[in-house]
């Protein structure tokens, strides 16, 4: 039907498994800041897609003036069709809709040579009111060309963070350890041993400082040597320095002092403002995302064997 649905495509350079697991389970990642995109301001919006059948879309905003606690959530839609990493569905509902009311967001993700078609259509408008308050008091042409364009831009940031993550795998790797944590004094976790084996300290448990160890271990398991070395700043000397960082990278931090011998490293995600995003183990003694201040970024380095 006329002005009941529209659609949004891009080529993605990754394949399916990558494509579908950045669009659903780094959705914050690549989802568009700003109230055109979400009913939360930046750094007080993270947008949630939980990977099964039955899962909520939803935003969680925290109180600009408030800790987390304080934080409330607007759902946005249910996840209806499951199926990676070819196709999902979510049945869709926007802010201003009756409780009766939806719509429904249908993804599917082809395999194309070197990448992925992802293929979105948002469709159902035909059954709302033409008086509807989504549709901003514009003729049914004006509405869906502009909807068609809201979803473009969504998809072309999509295409940008699907295509990082394919240029560093690791970054898949390191993410599979969030939640690795040091354990009380009394015991010693298991995975931690793993992550030291491979550096100048094998053998040591986690109570010793672990982050470059982790990032040793994450770029073996991607086939990439690391330094060897459970300083911080070893990294400094490795791969190839870069005059901006990109996802992937590895960025040193000086700890206490710029002129200190101690630091931190970890896998850049993103920049924030003055921050950085960094994803590494020993951040708040686990392997989690973490934010640092940029002034404190001694360097970033890309491993020499990876295509830039």
């Not at 710029?258 to 951040?283: C, E, I, T, Y």
């Amino acid at each position: 039907m006329s002005g009941d649905r529209v659609s949004a495509s891009v080529f993605v350079e990754a394949p399916p498994a990558i494509a579908f697991e950045v669009f659903t389970e780094q959705i914050d990642a690549w989802w568009r800041h700003g109230l055109k995109f979400r009913s939360g301001a930046r750094a007080l919006s993270v947008l949630h897609l939980e990977p099964r059948l039955g899962g909520r879309l939803f935003e969680t905003i925290a109180a600009a003036d408030a800790g987390p606690d304080a934080a409330h959530v607007v759902q946005t839609g249910t996840v209806t069709h499951w199926d990676p990493p070819h196709a999902l569905a979510i049945e869709w509902r926007g802010i201003n809709f009756a409780p009766h009311e939806t719509t429904t967001v249908s993804v599917a993700f082809a395999p194309r040579r070197d990448g992925t078609q992802v293929t979105l259509v948002h469709a159902g408008f035909a059954a709302l009111p033409p008086d509807h308050p989504v549709r901003h008091g514009q003729p049914v042409a004006a509405f869906i060309a502009r909807l068609g364009m809201w979803w473009s831009d969504q998809m072309t940031s999509l295409r940008v963070r699907a295509a990082d993550e394919a240029r560093a795998p690791w970054l898949r790797v390191a993410r599979a350890e969030i939640g690795v944590r040091s354990l009380p004094a009394d015991a010693s976790h298991p995975r931690i041993f793993e992550y030291h084996a491979g550096t100048n300290i094998a053998g040591y448990d986690d109570k010793v400082s672990w982050c470059s160890s982790f990032v040793h271990w994450t770029l073996a398991q991607a086939g990439i040597a690391g330094t060897g070395s459970a300083l911080a700043r070893s990294w400094l000397e490795w791969g190839a320095p870069l005059a901006e960082p990109r996802p992937g990278c590895v960025a040193v931090l000086w700890r206490e002092a710029p002129q200190s011998w101690k630091g931190h490293v970890g896998f850049f995600v993103r920049a924030d403002g003055d921050d950085v995003v960094l994803l590494g183990g020993n951040q708040l003694e686990s392997v989690r995302e973490h934010r640092y201040p940029r002034a404190q970024v001694l360097g970033y380095r890309w491993p020499a064997a990876a295509p830039a």
